[in-house]
């Protein structure tokens, strides 16, 4: 039997991040960004540091990797995981507001933030204004819409995705919507990524998704009925597991004029 966490943990970016799944595609994203030796990084929504050493050995000592997140908590073990690491600071700040000049950075990186701020369009202007001209943005955002979990009931799951779509997500489709959010900025949008994530392990997927947490506001709000619920999860607990869900990479270039 499966078991599912009735919170999802603390650290669960942190466990993401160290999953096969978080692996793979975070190792693609730090290729797509052609970090250059000497340069500076910015991480937007740095969350508890799980980028910043990838960063920090592509940009070399002579380079700078600066992380910025909201949660004062979070930043507290980003700085305990980073601190002895040369170059790189970690600062608590508004990635709608950022404390940096013009033209500061050559990459600018998110992952998975956008779809949780108030306005993604602001953030997106932010980054393009302490891009360099010929800095590049990679965004690497989820799109909800995405998410297919097997049920034999199909109405379920479809029900349990408009939840996170309606309610449970901001920006729940902000991955289709980053390149055109890039152009309005003045960036080129020059490439976009797809990365399909697949899970047949339903304890890795419930570090992503907080089954039971999600279930319970979903049944709370209305779009679940109690019976439905309690079948999702136990089907979820006990019988074969296959979930996926894609995230888009795009690749955004600030012209050099």
């Known amino acids: 039997m499966h078991t599912l966490e009735s919170e999802r943990p603390p650290d669960y970016l942190a466990r993401l991040a160290a999953s096969a799944v978080g692996r793979?595609?975070?190792?693609?994203?730090?290729?797509?960004?052609?970090?250059?030796r000497c340069s500076t990084v910015l991480d937007l929504g740095c969350g508890p540091g799980a980028d910043l050493e990838a960063f920090a050995a592509a940009t070399g000592r002579e380079g700078r990797v600066i992380g910025i997140d909201s949660d004062v908590d979070v930043i507290a073990v980003a700085t305990g995981l980073v601190g002895d690491v040369a170059g790189v600071e970690v600062l608590v700040g508004d990635v709608h507001h950022l404390p940096l000049a013009d033209q500061s950075v050559d990459r600018v990186h998110t992952d998975r933030v956008l779809q949780h701020v108030e306005h993604p369009a602001s953030v997106v202007r932010e980054a393009a204004r302490v891009l360099r001209p010929g800095g590049v943005a990679v965004l690497a955002e989820p799109d909800w819409d995405t998410l297919v979990i097997d049920f034999p009931d199909p109405a379920?799951?479809?029900?349990y995705r408009r939840f996170i779509t309606e309610r449970a997500v901001r920006n729940a489709r902000i991955g289709r919507q980053v390149p055109d959010l890039c152009e309005r900025q003045g960036l080129r949008a020059t490439r976009v990524l797809p990365v399909t994530s697949v899970y047949r392990d339903a304890v890795e997927a419930d570090q992503v998704f907080g089954f039971q947490r999600v279930t319970s506001r979903a049944v709370e709000a209305g779009y679940l009925s109690v019976p439905d619920g309690t079948a999702w999860l136990r089907h979820l607990r006990t019988e074969r597991f296959f979930a996926s869900v894609s995230l888009f990479v795009t690749l955004a270039e600030k012209p050099d004029s």
């Open 24 to 36: 793979a595609y975070k190792s693609l994203v730090v290729d797509e960004m052609r970090i250059e």
């Open 156 to 159: 379920v799951p479809v029900a």
